[in-house]
């Protein structure tokens, strides 16, 4: 039984999505768009809005209503098809999200971990057609499993001007496809239900190993997975033609894409964080099919992760998947015995065949149009991350603010100090606690936010740490305010998204949803969104506008990781200003009872240490004794001292008066202010909580 149909994942239970009243949508639209635009501008859009109000909106509203009356969620046909069908956009670089995993707790072959993989999410899937998988749900409240019926056998097809989705049934769908090399394979594996669990991963560790050890590399001109990567209506033509080729490309391709899922045997090693970033948002192209519910990625060096299609499934939702694959990995990753040496797995009969496709000469020519649009796409992208471990929840929650709300300040600090204005910023609020819901948009910006960052860059002398800082509560007060009204229903995006929607095919378009200032408010140079699990070591995806960026970032107890994708914008320098932003607003949090003479003497203080600390590093330094051996300190109290002691060796007395000096500063959070800029002038980082000198 699939899921769509068990009653146990019924969601006549849950309430309706609401459709928000006309008056409420306005006055919020008016307040979030207000500071985004110069006075003259907005105003002639509200002009617009007013007209609007008073002749066509009544009519749609009501229209709106009576679709909610007569659908389950009247929303959710009409915002799939707007965000994701109708989008011509790649999927590889603008649609699709991943996930990186944390490392495994031991070193586990590329064959014996993709096993495991496998054999996870097949049992994850008979739990879920089963109807005995654990509803979802947010402090005791039931969130919506509408999503799950697309989480496994669904492929996207490209259209000629409207994709769709397909999801194949059990009996059609019990294989896995595999890539590796450039190629595709069936991995057809018997049901593993009931089964030996240990003798299951055996037999298809077997199999992917001799998929490894026998497949030569495939040029990359014939590669048809780089195909999915292209923008959708280059994919609808070359699939069109790929079809044509012969009767045998039709049915790979229908064995590929009715497959459960897709694990992909990546050649690569990643090593950085970047780099496995990198890898897991797009790779070289070749040994993926952006067009499945999910890709399972598996790398030679042993790190893993996972590529998800976002038409019809959020990552909220493929995150119950990952925990319980995670979760396998590490319980499984020491238990199973090699399947090289176990005879038992030889008689198995999960069997795997590759997947083979005829080419012509306008194949051919599709393929490179495709591998050259990924390369151009590749180099004209920037991915940084921001791995940010000087504080985290824990410190944020002490200074008593929504650590959600304070990175999403932080972000719009950081934009300010770079580009000079706070721009139209999107955040995904979760509407899962309704029939079929999605998602709204969370708009972060407000007047207090924008009030906030000209107060800390253009003119920080005017005002106080004070009134800085309670600038900062109320904007993120207002943040944390906001999704909340987005998670009731109450968001303002999606209901005038209905409004326009409603509109009939005859009825001309309402000057509003033409205005620059209303389509501008809604062009999402700040995409962003926050997934935090313990799980993850990556999370991403790509800017949704071409001149802005995508940023997805986790809070943890102890750090914040942030990763920035756009078309060479500046996204590690970004990353700078936005670590600069989250050590200033501590600071400014931690500090605000201060007056400005106050900082400046710790300034001074700390200023007058690092000049002490350049100018004993500098000098020359004296022979050091074995018995004055740094490393042999013992772990107590006064080993960080003995440790800071011996590593300015010159003159021991100078070590022992620097070391004092340091102690006797007024203030760590001075310290940590400074820390990450040590490169710089002392006074420039904390310009704007220092007393003016003109």
């Given at each position: 039984?699939?899921p769509s ?6 969601t006549?239970s ?6 928000p009243?006309?008056e409420?949508?306005?006055?919020r ?6 500071p ?6 907005f105003?002639?859009c ?21 679709r ?9 046909e009409?915002?799939?098809?707007y ?8 999927l ?8 990186g995993?944390?490392?495994t ?15 996870g999410?097949?049992r994850?899937?008979?739990?879920l057609e089963s109807?005995?998988?654990?509803h979802?749900?947010i402090?005791g409240k039931a ?11 669904t492929c996207r097809?490209?259209g000629?001007a409207?994709d ?11 294989h896995?496809?595999?890539?590796h ?5 069936a ?18 560790e077997?199999?992917l190993?001799?998929?490894i050890?026998s497949t030569?590399?495939l ?8 195909l999915?990567a ?15 080729v012969?009767?045998?490309n039709?049915e790979?391709l ?8 897709l ?16 890898a897991?948002?797009c790779?070289?192209?070749?040994d ?14 042993g ?11 959020d990552?909220t939702?493929?995150?119950r ?6 979760k396998d990995?590490?319980a ?10 176990a005879?038992?797995a ?8 590759e997947l083979?496709?005829?080419?012509s ?12 649009y990924?390369d151009a796409t590749?180099?004209g992208?920037e ?7 000087s504080?985290g ?7 008593k603010v929504?650590?959600?709300?304070f990175?999403q ?13 706070v721009?139209a ?5 979760s ?9 709204e948009?969370?708009?972060s910006?407000?007047?207090?936010s924008?009030?906030w ?11 106080s740490?004070?009134?800085?800082s ?11 305010q906001?999704?909340a ?6 968001g303002?995006?999606r ?10 095919s ?15 408010s809604r062009?999402?140079?700040l ?5 935090s699990?313990?799980i ?7 800017e949704v506008?071409?001149?802005?960026f995508?940023?997805a970032?986790r809070?943890?107890?102890?750090s ?6 756009s078309?060479r914008l500046?996204?590690?320098r970004?990353c ?5 932003a989250l ?27 690092l000049?002490s600390i350049?100018?004993?590093?500098s000098?020359?330094?004296s ?9 042999s300190?013992?772990?107590?109290d ?10 300015f060796?010159?003159d021991p ?9 340091l102690?006797?500063l007024p203030?760590?959070e001075?310290?940590?202010?400074l820390e ?5 002038f002392?006074?420039?980082s ?9």
């Open positions: 039984m699939s149909s068990h009653p146990n994942y019924s006549s849950l309430p309706r999505l609401p459709v009243e006309l409420d949508t306005v006055s639209f008016k307040a979030a768009a207000r985004l635009f110069e006075k003259d501008d105003e002639k509200m002009e617009k809005l007013e007209r609007f109000m008073a002749s066509e909106a009544p009519v749609l509203q009501a229209r709106l209503k009576e909610a009356d007569a659908h389950e969620n009247w929303l959710e009409w915002w799939n098809e965000a994701y069908f109708l989008n011509r956009s790649s590889c670089f603008n649609v699709n999200y991943f996930f995993f944390r490392n707790p031991q070193p586990l072959s590329q064959a014996r971990l993709a096993a495991i993989l496998i054999d999410a097949l994850f899937r008979d739990t109807g005995e998988l654990e979802d749900n402090r969130m919506c499993m509408h999503q799950y019926q697309y989480m496994f056998a097809h490209p000629e409207r769709q989705t397909e999801v194949y049934p059990r009996e059609q769908s019990g896995v496809a595999i890539a090399k450039g190629r595709f394979f991995l057809r594996v018997p049901g593993v239900a009931g089964t030996d669990r240990l003798a299951a991963i055996q037999q298809i077997r199999q190993q001799a998929i050890d030569e590399q040029e990359r001109a014939k590669s048809i997975g780089i999915t292209s923008l959708r209506d280059d994919w609808y033509a070359a699939r069109e033609c790929l079809l044509q012969s009767p045998g039709a790979s229908r064995a590929l894409e009715s497959s459960a899922f694990v992909s045997l990546e050649s690569a090693s990643p090593s950085t964080h970047q780099e496995f970033s990198l897991c948002h790779s070289n192209g070749v993926r099919y952006f067009d499945k519910n999910f890709q399972l990625l598996v790398f030679a060096n790190r893993y992760g996972f590529n998800g299609e976002h038409s019809l499934t990552a939702t493929d995150m998947l990952c925990n319980a694959l995670v990995v590490e499984l990753c020491g238990e199973v015995p090699s399947a090289l040496s005879g038992a030889a008689s198995g009969s999960c069997t795997a065949s083979k496709f005829d080419y000469a306008e194949l051919l020519g599709h393929i490179q149009r495709a591998v050259d990924f590749v180099r992208h991915l940084a991350t921001l791995e940010f471990d504080f929840k824990e410190q944020i929650k002490k200074m929504s650590p959600d709300a990175v300040m932080a972000m719009q600090l950081a934009y300010y100090r770079k580009f000079g204005h721009p910023t999107y955040e995904s609020a509407t899962k606690s309704y029939a079929r819901g999605r998602t948009t969370s708009r910006v407000s007047e207090h924008v009030q960052c000209r107060m800390m860059v253009d003119h920080p002398e005017t005002t740490l004070h009134a800085k309670e600038l900062l509560k109320q904007a993120i007060i207002n943040q944390s906001f999704t009204q987005c998670a009731k229903g109450a303002i995006d209901h005038l998204l209905g409004l326009e929607y409603a509109l009939l005859h009825e001309p378009k309402p000057e509003i949803f033409s205005d620059p200032v209303f389509l501008a062009h999402w140079k995409s962003t969104s926050q997934i699990d313990p993850l070591g990556a999370y991403g995806w790509g506008v071409d001149d802005g995508g940023i970032y809070i943890e107890n102890n914040l990781h942030f990763n920035v994708v078309q500046g996204s590690k970004l700078r200003y936005l670590s600069d050590m200033d607003m501590r600071f400014l949090l931690t500090n605000a009872h201060k007056q400005p003479h106050e900082i400046m003497a710790e300034v001074d203080a700390v200023a007058n240490v000049n350049k100018l004993l590093s000098a020359p330094k022979p050091s004794s074995p018995d004055s051996d740094a490393g300190v013992t772990n107590d006064s080993a960080d001292s003995a440790r800071f002691r011996g590593s060796s010159p007395a100078a070590s022992s008066s620097l070391v004092d000096e102690e006797r203030s760590s001075m310290i940590c202010a990450t800029r040590l490169s710089r002392v006074k420039e904390l310009y704007w909580a220092l007393p003016s000198t003109s």
